[in-house]
């Protein structure tokens, strides 16, 4: 069964440094999300594509993160300089129709 | 804007109990509904759907339906096991390829 897959699993970073995350999505399927999920609470969106293009990056800190697609394909999300705020799971998904998004394992971030 | 909220949790309870978690949502026009499950150290996978009103989603025993006067999609299972240990998401997308808007997450834990 196709799977969204994600690297790194676990990352530690201290603050001010640069961090990035790496999604491939299911081969075909034309729409990618990023969700960033607190502890304790719902995952909320940060950025989507479709295809290389962003369609919603409305609640994407723009000053310190960045979300690339270049070929449609995999994606990075990048965060520059890290905050002690940034600790969170980053959640890649993707969907083929809209109808439903099928997501990876995610990306625990710890920012010491 | 559109909003999910689930009832506050943890709920503990023991093996083959009867399970309801509350899922009430506010949005503007009619989403599709779904509950995600998530396990320890893993990302969110998909339990059930229903994409409108009447709508009954089931799956692995669990059971929603859509009830679009009550604004309401609560998930219920007759009888819990063990391994359904994990916290639970429910959600609202609307169509389009938009993105999923989710509650805050209810962590169930199941005795034996």
């Known amino acids: 069964e196709a799977e969204v897959a994600q690297s790194p699993r676990y990352k530690i970073t201290e603050k001010s440094q640069a961090v990035a995350f790496w999604c491939d999505p299911i081969?075909?399927?034309?729409?990618l999300y990023w969700y960033r999920q607190i502890l304790g609470q719902g995952p909320e969106l940060l950025v989507q594509?479709?295809?290389?293009?962003?369609?919603?990056d409305s609640q994407l800190p723009k000053d310190r993160f960045s979300a690339e697609r270049l070929k449609g394909v995999d994606s990075t999300l990048k965060i520059q300089p890290a905050e002690l705020g940034d600790s969170a799971m980053y959640l890649c998904a993707s969907s083929l129709d809209g109808r439903e998004q099928y997501f990876g394992p995610g990306t625990r971030l710890t920012v010491t | 804007g559109d909003s999910v909220t689930q009832m506050e949790g943890p709920v503990t309870l023991s093996e083959e109990a009867f399970l309801t978690i509350n899922c009430t949502y506010t949005a503007t026009g009619y989403p599709s509904l779904f509950w995600y499950v998530q396990y320890p150290g893993e990302g969110l996978q998909l339990l059930l759907k229903a994409t409108k009103a009447d709508d009954k989603g089931s799956n692995k025993g669990f059971e929603a339906t859509y009830r679009k006067e009550t604004t309401s999609f609560h998930l219920e299972k007759g009888s819990v096991q063990v391994s359904d240990s994990a916290v639970y998401f429910c959600?609202?997308?609307?169509?389009?390829?938009?993105?999923?808007?989710f509650g805050q997450g209810t962590r169930l834990t199941i005795n034996p």
């Open positions: 959600a609202l997308t609307f169509q389009g390829a938009q993105k999923l808007v």
């Open positions: 081969s075909g399927h034309a729409t």
């Open positions: 594509f479709q295809d290389e293009s962003v369609v919603d």
